[in-house]
């Protein structure tokens, strides 16, 4: 039976035919590997995801984590899980040998740890938030930081948090209010609220390692005056060894939707609740300089954001996989025209609305997951390309990428576990499978990490726009190359290529016409508009890419035959979606911005 998790023949076609993975074991950070150590890694993301998270994903659905006010439970399938994560090491599947981990490229990684978040994606928060945390340290923290708290993070004895949300300041960061007093010892006492915080409390790791934003006080306003610091649940002593509570604790649980196995908490910081060395305030110790507490947080978003984008892909891929089983064996109605009342029903996958939605659902989940895969490739690029202009040119590529990656899947795979509900029919809408919880767990990914609102404004009003357009001038150029390839490879490829061409000059000209007098109000009023569109697009480069790591036609099997087939769908009904989207944009159209508030 091919697992209805994620399908590894789409993730060796991805990482080998298409992105050539093993190339990079040519490059000194890689040399230890090969094709059967990328092969042995992914079997063991496979199984393990398999046969330790899948089977408690409905489980900590229905229990979700209770508060008793003193602790927090959730049910013990959960931690037997996380174990035997740790057990695989997959953690630090990426990180450097120095630090224990096991240098796969970024793109192997990134695949193993997709079949973790299609198999229970609350679980697996649990290690994303804690490997995003350790990265930030590595990248920002001081060696004695490294050593006090990543080495027990990737050994799996702490896990990570990143406390940025308040009550009143989510996608306004620049408005929170949580204080760092500096001490005459060098740390800091922190006090205030954090809202929304995933892991936030829980026993299944021996401490808890929050990376919290804060203002040490007299710092600028706005976003140039915040701070970040490492507050444990903890303290943790020069040895290594447990000390006295911290004054964090927590406030309640949020009760959520989805992603209810994760934990999601109100935490307060400074309330007296403990008093490490005998008086209230959370002690804190401050990461790097002052004031640059959104700049290293932003290392761990943009990572996370990807991270966010991959288990939005991982939803809707097992959504697709589960409908498309569901799809070949529930027996329903007869062909348009059959005439005899007593032939058997056939299976609903006959039907060619049901295809369309199977079809549908295919050409988002595996352009998705190429994105997805293209975004950790660059990221092997970004540090290991022998040259320093391809790294920097990959450096900016992932920078206009990732507010898409993070954005496209969370919007597309959402609506490819909505298609998934439809499938089943009355069955999607009950409990009795699992695509309604898919698609509850994956509402989630348009909110969080920056909300798709705000990825638009990222998209639009930063990243097209940096150092005088370079970064909307490198997308279309990458894309521009694969247009001329597929129209030297001739045949179909080239009537894609043409198409897809179309598109690309219409994002140059929408994205001169927005900013043409340079006012940001009428620019970005329908930012939203526009990231869908150049989404579109981009997953249309991602269609045609795939399209030419493809078997000549008629050479391949029916693998290949799928792909050619989704990406044709892509082109032929979705891609055409974004000409009445670029003819708003280009019209700079005012109706949103002329909406007085008074008049709803
Ligand atoms: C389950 C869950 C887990 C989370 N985990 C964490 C975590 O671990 N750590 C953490 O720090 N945070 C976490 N968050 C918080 C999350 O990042 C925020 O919810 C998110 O940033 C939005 O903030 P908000 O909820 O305050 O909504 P608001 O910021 O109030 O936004 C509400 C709406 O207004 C729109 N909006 C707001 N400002 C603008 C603007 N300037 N222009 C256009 N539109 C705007 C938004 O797009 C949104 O549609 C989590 C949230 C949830 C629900």
């Known amino acids: 039976m091919p697992s209805t998790l994620l399908s590894r023949r789409d993730l060796d076609f991805l990482l080998h035919d298409w992105l050539r993975v093993c190339q990079l074991v040519e490059r ?6 090969s094709r059967e150590t990328f092969d042995d890694a992914l079997d063991l993301a496979e199984r393990v995801a398999t046969e330790q998270f899948a089977p408690h994903n409905r489980a900590a659905d229905l229990a979700e984590p209770t508060f008793d006010g003193q602790r927090v439970r959730l049910i013990p399938q959960v931690r037997a899980a996380l174990d035997s994560f740790a057990e695989t090491g997959l953690l630090t599947a990426g990180l450097d040998a120095s ?3 096991l240098q796969l490229p970024h793109a192997v990684a990134a695949a193993c740890f997709t079949w973790f978040q299609a198999a229970n994606v609350a679980t697996s928060a649990y290690p994303f938030l804690t490997l995003g945390n350790a990265n930030l340290l590595l990248a920002h923290g001081s060696a004695e930081q490294v050593d006090t708290y990543v080495r027990p993070m990737l050994e799996g004895r702490f896990f990570g948090t990143m406390c940025l949300s308040e009550p009143h300041a989510g996608s306004s960061l620049a408005d929170i ?22 892991g936030g409390d829980h026993e299944l790791a021996e401490n808890i390692v929050h990376l919290v934003l804060a203002r040490i006080p007299g710092a600028p306003l706005g976003v140039k005056g915040i701070s970040l610091f490492i507050v444990p649940k903890v303290l943790v002593g020069a040895d290594g060894s447990l000390g006295d509570r911290n004054d964090v604790v927590l406030a309640g649980l949020n009760h959520k939707m989805g992603f209810r196995g994760t934990t999601n908490t109100l935490l307060s910081f400074g309330d007296g609740g403990h008093t490490p060395g005998g008086r209230p305030g959370a002690v804190g110790h401050l990461v790097g300089a002052p004031h640059q507490g959104l700049a290293q947080m932003f290392h761990m978003m943009n990572e996370a954001r990807i991270g966010v984008g991959a288990g939005a892909t991982a939803l809707g891929y097992t959504g697709y996989l589960k409908s498309l089983a569901y799809a070949r064996q529930r ?7 059959a005439k005899d009342p007593a032939a058997a029903q056939v299976p609903i996958i006959d039907h060619p609305d049901v295809r369309r939605m199977l079809l549908a659902q295919k050409s988002y989940v595996e352009g998705a997951l190429a994105l997805v895969l293209y975004c950790a490739r660059l990221l092997d690029e ?34 490819a576990n909505d298609l998934a509900i439809q499938v089943l029919g009355g069955a999607g809408y009950t409990r009795d499978h699992d695509v309604e919880q ?7 990914n348009p909110i969080h990490e920056g909300t798709h609102g705000i990825q638009a404004l990222d998209l639009l009003g930063r990243k097209m726009t940096m150092q005088g357009g370079a970064g909307l001038a490198l997308l279309t150029r990458t894309i521009g190359d694969t247009i001329e390839r ?29 900013w043409a007098d340079g006012d940001p109000v009428l620019a970005l009023a329908n930012a939203s508009a526009y990231l869908e569109a150049v989404g579109h697009v981009v997953i249309a480069w991602m269609w045609l890419e795939q399209v030419l790591a493809l078997p000549p036609e008629g050479a ?8 050619r087939q989704a990406a044709r769908y892509f082109f032929t009904v979705e891609l055409p979606r974004t000409g009445p989207q670029f003819d708003l944009l280009a019209s700079r159209d005012r109706t949103t911005l002329d909406m007085r508030t008074d008049w709803f």
């Not at 898919?438 to 989630?444: A, G, I, K, S």
Request: hydrophobic share 35%.
């Open 331 to 337: 027996p329903q109605g007869r062909p348009v025209g």
């Open 99 to 101: 630090v224990g981990g």
């Open 438 to 444: 898919h698609y509850r767990d994956n509402r989630l």
């Open 177 to 198: 209010t949580t204080r760092a007093e500096p001490q005459a010892d060098g740390t800091y006492r922190l006090f205030g609220t954090k809202m929304w915080i995933s």
């Open 382 to 415: 970004q540090k290991t390309a022998p040259d320093d202009a391809d790294r920097a040119r990959a450096h900016l590529l992932l920078d206009v990428l990732t507010p898409i990656t993070k954005s496209w899947p969370s919007q597309w795979c959402l609506a």
């Open 486 to 514: 597929a129209r030297r490879a001739g045949g179909e490829a080239a009537g894609l290529a043409d198409r897809l061409a179309g598109a690309v000059d219409r994002v140059t000209a929408v994205t001169g016409r927005l």
């Open 28 to 33: 000194p950070r890689y040399a230890e590997h």
């Open 556 to 563: 391949g099997d029916a693998f290949h035959a799928g792909k």
